[in-house]
Nanobody, 124 residues
Framework: QVQLVESGGGLVQPGGSLRLSCAAS????????MGWYRQAPGKQRELVAAATEGGITNYADSVKGRFTISRDNAKNTLYLQMNSLKPRDTAVYYC??????????????????WGQGTQVTVSS
């Protein structure tokens, strides 16, 4: 079992910055890659950034050069530094952890753990 808890969301003006945090607890060794996803009203959830436990990262084209993902394995915490925020960044941001091995729970195949999300609103 893994629990992921996001924090750091809020209201910010265009051009501002926020730092999101995701605290992981439980069977952390069962997690491989971690990442941030976001979902805006009327849109599908999309990958924002991901980081392997070895530090390899990738980003959505829309956030390259503005966002930075990092992970502190000693503190079991994932971060997303968001700079030069735009109104189109407004969404609920979710922390994600990919399982090394899938689990079957109540007949369903579980491949990932998710946090509950934190709201980011970019508006003047």
């Amino acid at each position: 079992q893994v629990q992921l808890v996001e924090s750091g969301g809020g209201l910010v003006q265009p051009g501002g910055s926020l730092r999101l945090s995701c605290a992981a607890s439980g069977s952390i060794s069962s997690i491989n890659t971690m990442g941030w996803y976001r979902q805006a009203p009327g849109k599908q959830r999309e990958l924002v950034a991901a980081a392997t436990e070895g530090g390899i990262t990738n980003y959505a084209d829309s956030v390259k050069g503005r966002f930075t993902i990092s992970r502190d394995n000693a503190k079991n915490t994932l971060y997303l530094q968001m700079n030069s925020l735009k109104p189109r960044d407004t969404a609920v941001y979710y922390c994600n952890g990919r399982l090394r091995n899938s689990r079957v729970v109540a007949g369903k195949i579980i491949t990932d753990y998710w946090g509950q999300g934190t709201q980011v609103t970019v508006s003047s």
